[in-house]
């Protein structure tokens, strides 16, 4: 499915003037799909995923006055999924299919933490993660933007000069602020996970060359398959894998492969224990639907995440990638979605509530930021966070 995307994405070089309807009917993607983030970029979001289109350019990014398009980075499926009949069943068993077929397969250690693009358009660098829904200018949500470029400027400002030669670093942001992923990282810190140029990835060994220039880390290669394997062969490769990643003590693997387009074949794998309680079992554990809530309020930002018409279907299919959604599945997923909700709208009006008074009052000290906030501890958090956001300490 994977390596469809240049042949898909080709077709917006027909395109002259880029709308939502004039792109929708180009890529043959669903309209509601599509947000307009502002009058001049438009994304892919996964609320309705009919067609395999819908799936294969989530989080594709349009630049309507640069006429530049940076492609997505979708959900990596399971190869076990035509036994479940789920929502991806269909995209994992092309995925599996073009992985028999690859003549080289690396495995990588997955990595646990926030997708980000780092790219450049124009004048503006851009730091987007897998949704690229807009964030709030000021909240208590973390911050993935400000992070992203104190850690690139502190670390590898050599990462500057090749987003600068248009190619896009694809990072996995790890922080031990994220409590709601199976492993934490023990340091906030980014790992470069894949490389775009032109849209298209390149190779291991050139992302190698790229890490070796900025310093950045990479996830280690656990092992490679250099020929086509069968069926049988591939699954109880898999099998050892699984086992291999447990006693390592990693979450899993990420098979990636290559073809002579520069698209990129994925599969993931999971270690044992991990993969059990993901994809073995009918009843959908409250940690992992915490993981997909908490990961979606940082990657949507709270207005899109809060927002039933958007929050609400990417949630969804975020876990039907990974669970059977049955009725008392779905009931305890809107259980807690709409807890997390509740909380986050009172967050957000707290939020609103804080830049209102500072817009409208001016405070010379902490005393009086402390006042104007009386007994109200949310409101008192987002005074001091906007307050000091401003350059005030």
Known sequence: MYLDFQKIFSKINQVQDWTVQSLSEALQITQKNFFELTPEIITILPIDLTHQNDYLLTGTIFFIDAHLAIRGMPKICYPFFSAHHNLNASHAEQELKSCLENQSIILEEKIDGINLRFFRVGEQFFFRPRFNAKRQKNSIDFNYEQITRKIIENNYPESFNLVNSGKVLIF??????????????????????????????????????????????????????????????????????????????????????????????????????????????????????????????????????????????????????????????????????????????????????????????????????????????????????????????
């Open 172 to 393: 996995e942001l790890v922080s031990p602020a994220f409590n709601f992923v199976s492993i934490p990282s023990q340091k906030e810190d980014l790992v470069l996970i894949d490389v775009l140029k032109n849209n298209k990835f390149l190779s291991r060994r050139e992302k190698e060359e790229i890490a070796g220039m900025t310093g950045l880390p990479l996830p280690r290669v656990i092992k490679t398959i250099d020929q086509p394997l069968n069926d049988r062969q591939f699954l109880k490769e898999i099998k050892s894998l699984e086992y291999l990643s447990h006693q390592l003590g990693i979450e899993g693997m990420v098979a990636k492969g290559q073809n002579h387009d520069g698209d990129q074949v994925f599969l993931k794998i999971k270690a044992q224990g991990y993969r059990v309680e993901h994809i073995g079992t009918s009843e959908i554990p409250r940690r992992i639907i915490n993981e997909v809530i908490q990961s979606l309020k940082i990657e949507l930002g709270w207005e899109y995440f809060v927002n039933r018409e958007t929050g609400w279907p990417i949630l969804l299919n975020e876990l039907g990638a990974d669970f059977i959604l049955n009725d008392e599945n779905r009931q305890k997923i809107e259980q807690y979605y709409e807890s997390e909700r509740t909380i986050t709208l009172q967050k957000l009006e707290a939020c609103q509530q804080a830049q209102m008074i500072l817009k409208n009052q001016k405070f010379s000290s902490r005393k009086e930021v402390a006042q104007a906030a009386g007994n109200n501890s949310r409101l008192r958090q987002f005074l001091f966070q906007i307050w000091e956001e401003s350059g005030h300490q």
